[in-house]
Structure formats: structure tokens, C-alpha cells
């Protein structure tokens, strides 16, 4: 069991910059990878950004690459997601999400369907 909990959202202007935290618990071997996921309302949910907690390799969404970064503290059990530049059109909930195991299909990293755990979100609005 994982338990993953977002904090940092807030209301923002644009090209201002947010840092979002998820503190993980529980067992461990199920935060090998780690991600950020988003949803805006009436949108499909997306992939922002994925870790590999192990080796730290990371995968990004095209739109944010440059100017969000995903990072993990394994001492403090807590992944972050550094949001610079930010534009109206980053505004949604962002999700912090868990797995063991990534498939290895295209896109698999930031696949929604390869995560097993999530936390219930945090609300990002740039405006």
C-alpha cells in the first residue's frame, strides 16, 4: 500500500513559477516510478512528467520540457515538480501517481494506465 499526498497548488500568474511536493508513504517497492500527472476540466487526464526513482532517468511531456522539472528526495520520500514559465494553459489539478513496473510500450512513462497509486491532487490555476 502507497499512500501519496500533492501540496503546493496555488493561483499564479503568468511566467511565475510554483513548486509542488508529494510526500509518499508506505511501501516502497511500489514508488520505484513516479510521476505528475494533470487534468483541466472537461480534458482528458495527461502526462506532465515521470521519474525513474531509481537511476533518476526522467520523461517529460513536450509542452512543459524546458521549463518544468521532476525530481525526487529519496531520503525524504517526496517527489517535486518545479513548474517555471508558467502559461494559462498549465491550469489544472495535478496528480503525483506511483508503480512498480512501466510497461514497455511507447509512451509508457507518462501513460496514466501504468500507475498503480495516486494521490487525490492538488489544484494549479494560472491565470
Known amino acids: 500500500h502507497v499512500q501519496l499526498v500533492e501540496s503546493g497548488g496555488g493561483l499564479v500568474q503568468p511566467g511565475e513559477s510554483l513548486r509542488l511536493s508529494c510526500v509518499a508513504s508506505?511501501?516502497?517497492?511500489?514508488?520505484?516510478?513516479m510521476a505528475w500527472f494533470r487534468q483541466a476540466p472537461g480534458k482528458e487526464r495527461e502526462g506532465v512528467a515521470a521519474?525513474?526513482?531509481?537511476?533518476?532517468?526522467?520523461y517529460y511531456l513536450n509542452s512543459v520540457e524546458g521549463r518544468f522539472t521532476i525530481s525526487h528526495d529519496n531520503a525524504k520520500n517526496t517527489l517535486y515538480l518545479q513548474m517555471n514559465s508558467l502559461k494559462p494553459e498549465d491550469t489544472a489539478i495535478y496528480y503525483c501517481?506511483?508503480?512498480?513496473?512501466?510497461?514497455?510500450?511507447?509512451?509508457?512513462?507518462?501513460?496514466?494506465?501504468?500507475?498503480?497509486?495516486w494521490g487525490r491532487g492538488t489544484q494549479v490555476t494560472v491565470s
Open positions: 521519474i525513474d526513482t531509481g537511476d533518476g532517468s526522467t
Open positions: 508506505g511501501n516502497r517497492g511500489w514508488t520505484n516510478f
Open positions: 501517481a506511483a508503480a512498480k513496473g512501466i510497461p514497455d510500450l511507447p509512451g509508457g512513462y507518462l501513460s496514466a494506465r501504468s500507475y498503480n497509486y
